[in-house]
């Protein structure tokens, strides 16, 4: 069924985005109603995949990895930011940081370099529980999105820093090849750190705060050494031997709750942290679902222009199957997709893993209308970086290596 020419489902899909939008206390509840809508509508008139159960069983064998992979994470980056937390480091950062709005903005730099190494959502998480100290707990949700568009500026230019990025390494795209989405990163990061760092110093500023005599728990620290070196090394080993494990299984995932499980013998972490995180990643879980649902079989014929609206069109959408269908059509210009795609998700919270899982730690964060008023210039940032790769570096259509 089409409306206007435009499927049926993407009418449900957006009526669950105004509900998540207008309703942000019940977004899990939205989402949930929204995918059983759209699940049934699915069976009334056929999968993508095929009819009936064999077609959903089919979209499930197909998603479930990547589905697995998000609730696995958001979950398990909920305990490393409690283990961080309770090492006490946060409470010694006002300290180290300058006393001034540079303090923010290096701390932003903190989450962008945290990225490019380990994970966005990681990086995030632990952006969040540093900036809740360092501000006593006073966050503006502007300086929230500037985190969340900290975390997935640093990660877009690095293969290990997002799960798209890392999808076109699987895919045969050389880590080489993305790099150049960090002058568009640098450039945007320069662009709202320092409005977001001053509207921060004006709602609540850093000061000197931290007790002379804090003693971290250098203990609590290694493990959450641990849990991020495992997801390094998960990803590393997986990409470069075993490159089809990651449509078999959660890779990542699962190293980081191993990990988790082993040093909680060591270190216990506060489990009641993992009901709220629970929320938080069913409702990214079901969002993604929801998207995967969709009858996109092809984007926009590859150009810069196409690449800038799926950055917008990422606010929104899953990136991970925009990701998979660039990535299949071919002809883009892989940094910037990756640049796209990647920092795009900043712009609402839910538009990307990062944003929901700081949401977890930050109610007030699910007001769209608060992160579109206070964050204003994640979009400008976008904007800037993306033009600055196209000025600088230009659009070059570079092929995986596989193709």
């Given at each position: 069924?089409?409306?206007?020419?435009?499927?049926?489902?993407?009418?449900?899909?957006?009526?669950?985005?105004?509900?998540?939008?207008v309703l942000h206390r019940q977004a899990l509840a939205v989402t949930l109603?929204?995918?059983?809508?759209?699940?049934?509508?699915?069976?009334?008139?056929?999968?993508?995949?095929?009819?009936?159960?064999a077609g959903f069983g089919a979209?499930?064998?197909?998603?479930?990895?990547?589905?697995?992979?998000?609730?696995?994470?958001?979950?398990?980056?909920?305990?490393?930011?409690?283990?961080?937390?309770?090492?006490?480091?946060?409470?010694?950062?006002?300290?180290?940081?300058?006393?001034?709005?540079?303090?923010?903005?290096?701390?932003?730099?903190?989450?962008?370099?945290?990225?490019?190494?380990?994970?966005?959502?990681?990086?995030?998480?632990?952006?969040g529980v540093m900036a809740k100290h360092v501000y006593r707990g006073k966050v503006s949700v502007g300086f929230l999105a500037a985190i969340v568009a900290a975390a997935n500026a640093g990660g877009a230019g690095s293969v290990l820093g997002d799960t798209t990025t890392t999808l076109l390494w699987i895919g045969g795209v050389s880590p080489l090849t993305i790099l150049p989405a960090f002058v568009g990163s640098l450039v945007a990061l320069?662009?709202?750190?320092?409005?977001?760092?001053?509207?921060?110093?004006?709602?609540?500023?850093?000061?000197?705060?931290?007790?002379?005599?804090?003693?971290?728990?250098?203990s609590r620290l290694l493990v959450v050494a641990a849990m991020l070196l495992s997801i390094l090394a998960a990803n590393l080993f997986s990409n470069l031997h075993a490159p089809e494990l990651h449509h078999v299984m959660p890779v990542l995932g699962v190293a980081l709750w191993i990990t988790i499980v082993l040093t909680s013998l060591v270190r216990r972490p506060d489990w009641s942290v993992l009901p709220g995180a629970a929320m938080g990643a069913g409702f990214l879980v079901a969002l993604v679902a929801c998207a995967a649902l969709m009858p996109v079989e092809s984007l926009p014929p590859a150009s810069w222009p196409t690449a800038l609206g799926l950055g917008f069109l990422s606010a929104v959408f899953d990136n991970i199957p925009l990701t998979a269908l660039a990535l299949q059509q071919g002809g883009?210009?892989?940094?910037?997709?990756?640049?796209?795609?990647?920092?795009?998700?900043?712009?609402?919270?839910?538009?990307?893993?990062?944003?929901?899982?700081i949401s977890s730690s930050y109610p007030e964060a699910r007001s769209v209308l608060a992160w579109v008023r206070q964050g204003w210039f994640v979009p400008l940032a976008f904007v800037a970086g993306f033009f600055a790769m196209l000025l600088t570096v230009g659009w070059r259509i570079l092929p995986p290596l596989g193709s």
């Open positions: 069924m089409a409306l206007f020419g435009i499927p049926a489902e993407f009418f449900l899909f957006g009526l669950v985005l105004l509900g998540v939008a109603v929204g995918l059983l809508a759209i699940v049934g509508y699915k069976f009334a008139f056929g999968f993508s995949e095929g009819a009936g159960l979209f499930l064998a197909h998603e479930w990895v990547v589905l697995a992979e998000l609730g696995l994470l958001l979950t398990g980056f909920a305990i490393l930011s409690n283990q961080f937390e309770l090492s006490e480091a946060p409470d010694a950062m006002p300290r180290l940081l300058p006393d001034n709005w540079t303090g923010g903005l290096t701390l932003l730099a903190i989450v962008f370099v945290m990225s490019a190494f380990l994970d966005n959502i990681a990086a995030a998480v632990i952006g320069a662009v709202l750190g320092v409005f977001a760092a001053r509207q921060q110093q004006r709602h609540q500023p850093i000061t000197r705060h931290a007790a002379p005599d804090v003693k971290v728990r250098w883009y210009d892989w940094a910037m997709l990756a640049y796209s795609v990647g920092v795009g998700g900043s712009m609402i919270w839910f538009g990307s893993s990062a944003g929901v899982a």
